[in-house]
């Protein structure tokens, strides 16, 4: 699937500040190496090479945020799969710079799929704050994990909701009168 023009003018928009947060992690490995036990001429040498080659690919492209594209034209089904939900506490990623209120997890071609959903001011009201595969870090761990009792699918554009998962609304009385007249053996 090809990106529309919507995505790339999205790209273009978000561009300027991944670029600065992947700078900002290019310093954070160089402060942490510079921090390390190897003598200083080792850490001269090593950082010049390090720093040269840096320069060469010099930040965001598109090859190191393809993964997130495929599953992003799936969203409607990730989201209408009955998957796993917490309730997002930042302080168990301390180095994290997400500040969301909920963290779904779902399992896309075999790999986890993170949604991170943060609640509008006004009540009810959601947004997705950020979208991407599960690499090395696992945000769920620590996590408190909800169970889904109801979910309601309401497609804005022509107002229709179908119920997806319901826990809350007791069987039915039919269903419980064939019950009783087929009873187990």
């Not at 598109?62 to 409607?76: A, D, W």
């Not at 168990?92 to 790999?111: M, V």
């Not at 696992?138 to 309601?152: A, N, R, S, W």
Request: net charge positive.
């Amino acid at each position: 699937m090809e990106p529309s023009k919507r995505d790339w003018k999205l790209y273009r928009e978000k561009v300027s500040g991944w670029q600065e947060h992947y700078m900002e992690r290019l310093i954070e490995d160089y402060v942490a190496y510079l921090n390390s036990n190897e003598p200083a001429s080792t850490k001269f040498w090593t950082m010049e090479k390090r720093m040269k080659q840096d320069k060469k690919t010099p930040g965001v492209c598109i090859g190191q945020i393809e993964n997130r594209f495929t599953p992003l034209s799936y969203i409607e089904q990730i989201f209408d799969s009955n998957k796993l939900i917490f309730r997002y506490n930042e302080k168990q990623n301390q180095f994290s710079l997400i500040e969301t209120d909920y963290l779904l997890s779902t399992a896309f071609s075999g790999n986890d799929i993170y949604i991170f959903i943060k609640e509008k001011e006004t009540v009810g009201r959601f947004f997705c704050r950020s979208f991407f595969p599960k690499e090395k870090k696992d945000y769920t761990i620590g996590q408190p994990q909800y169970t889904l009792l109801f979910k309601e699918k309401i497609t804005v554009s022509t107002g229709e909701k179908v119920i997806q998962y319901d826990r809350l609304t007791p069987k039915s009385d039919s269903a419980k009168i064939s019950l009783q007249e087929n009873p187990k053996k």
